[in-house]
């Protein structure tokens, strides 16, 4: 039948969240936004797109503006097919993020050029090893209070990130705390790091983000606060811890893989003109 489109998410669940769970690892970001649209973080002009092949789902994709169209672990001509079908309907993209080859063909079929892009590698939990040294201070689980901290901090790690920002973060970052997947490390009796933990989603977390402001880097703070909510993860009902790393940060690249985790696969946040 070739690419279906819809705005509602439960016809694209449906269709395609049984596909995606297939593989929670590689589809960790789509899943993850799946929940995130159900729960009415995004809702203005949402695409959810699903391609069947003789009767099933053989790929999904998905766009919360303004964010990038998201890709999940599709096959790279339907990629292609997907991006004629898009400029056809005129959609609007700021970029493209998914697994880095099919990522790669939908920018090369795009009718804009690169404009830049944001290499990452995905990792899985192996053994989890404390970060040596251990930097002075505990982890906390955020709570209402560290909101307008928090909303900063987002904001600036997604700035840092050459991310496409929303308006306002204040939503999400609210919806994270109600549901305890923020927790800080503090030393000295003030926070100086935060990570994430989303929910489990059968049985896969993903840690994200992992933020340390300027004035408090190089102490070992981001590596304390991912080995935190990397423990909170093996301690609840979860079988696979992944997180996403930035390729040009060789350093947070080496701390990551200290402390356990291993590489999946590449992935690629191209934007356009």
Known sequence: MGWMFTSDVEVYAGAAEPWLLRDPVRNTAPLTVLRGIRAGLWGDDVLLAWLERDGETVAAASQTPPHPLLLADVPVDAVRELATWLIEAERALSGVSGPRAQAEAFAGAWWRPEAGRRSERLHRLGALVPPRPFPEGASRTAVADDLH????????????????????????????ISREELVLWEADGRPVAFAGLSSPIAG????????????????????????????????????????FTDLSNPTSNSIYQKIGYRPVADYASIRFT
Do not use: C, I, N
Request: positive net charge; hydrophobic residues 45%; aromatic residues 6%.
């Open 149 to 176: 901290q928090l909303v900063r901090w987002s904001t600036e790690f997604q700035a840092e990130a050459g991310g496409v920002l929303p308006v306002d973060l204040t939503s999400l970052v609210a919806s994270r």
């Open 204 to 243: 896969m977390s993903r840690v994200g983000p992992v933020y340390t402001p300027p004035e408090s880097r190089r102490r070992g703070y981001g590596a304390a606060v991912t080995h935190a909510v990397t423990a909170r993860a093996l301690a609840g009902d979860v079988t696979e811890v992944l997180l």
